[in-house]
């Protein structure tokens, strides 16, 4: 079993939708949850950066985990075309730079017109 | 938070040369990250960089097939040696965000082993 599962999709949604990206771990050392953007052939942008359970809102994203239940999402509300891009889930014991973060494989998000 | 600039972007390679990728980040960290992402998996880390030691390797990778340099604060290279097409991959430098939290990175090398 991965550490990290992520819906690879590829999901479709149609523009102004709210889309729900979704990661679950099995480490519950995991403290420190992250969500990157990469767009094709560029590399991964940080979008938003989370520890503990609760929700995080950073204008149209919404970052959410649940430790009891191991779960992390991403909700992205009035999505746009310019959304479309592959989304990585990212969880680390602890920050600073002696941390090792664990990847999910990325959900691929079409925003359609 | 850091700019990093990675060269080269892309390359197609003979099997059995090397290919050395090399991350420019507009100010001093302290550590240095190299990835490998392969289609279908998650970004997966080779090893760390640290100024003036030796590279960290994670398990399942070696110093003798990617040799890496760190020689300042601002400059690192990686080294993928003897290449088969299994080394077919995008090759990504990292940087800690130290006020933000999380990494950036740069946009990767995209490599083909032919």
């Known amino acids: 079993q991965k550490e990290v599962e992520q819906d690879p999709g590829p999901l479709s949604v149609p523009e102004g939708a709210i889309v729900s990206l979704n990661c679950t771990y099995s480490?519950?050392?995991?403290?420190?949850f992250m969500w990157y953007r990469q767009y094709s052939r560029k590399g991964p942008e940080l979008l938003m950066y989370t520890y503990s359970s609760g929700n995080k809102e950073d204008g149209r994203f919404t970052a959410q985990v649940d430790k009891s239940s191991k779960y992390i999402s991403l909700f992205i509300r009035d999505s746009q075309p310019s959304d479309s891009a592959t989304y990585l889930c990212a969880m680390s014991n602890f920050t600073g730079t002696a941390s090792k973060l664990t990847f999910g494989t990325g959900t691929r998000l079409q925003v359609t017109l | 938070s850091a700019v990093i600039s990675q060269k080269p972007s892309r390359d197609i390679c003979q099997r059995g040369t090397s290919l050395t990728i090399q991350c420019q980040v507009d100010?001093?960290?302290?550590?240095m990250f190299w990835y490998r992402q392969q289609p279908g998996q998650s970004l997966t880390l080779i090893a760390t960089?640290?100024?003036?030691?030796?590279?960290?390797?994670e398990s399942g990778f070696v110093i003798d097939k990617f040799p890496i340099s760190r020689p300042n604060l601002t400059f690192s290279t990686l080294t993928v040696s003897n290449m088969s097409p299994e080394d077919s991959s995008i090759y990504l430098c990292s940087v800690e965000v130290v006020r933000e939290g999380g990494y950036t990175f740069g946009s990767g090398t995209r490599l083909t082993v032919v």
């Open positions: 960089a640290n100024q003036g030691s030796e590279a960290t390797y």
């Open positions: 480490n519950s050392a995991f403290q420190y």
């Open positions: 100010s001093q960290v302290t550590m």
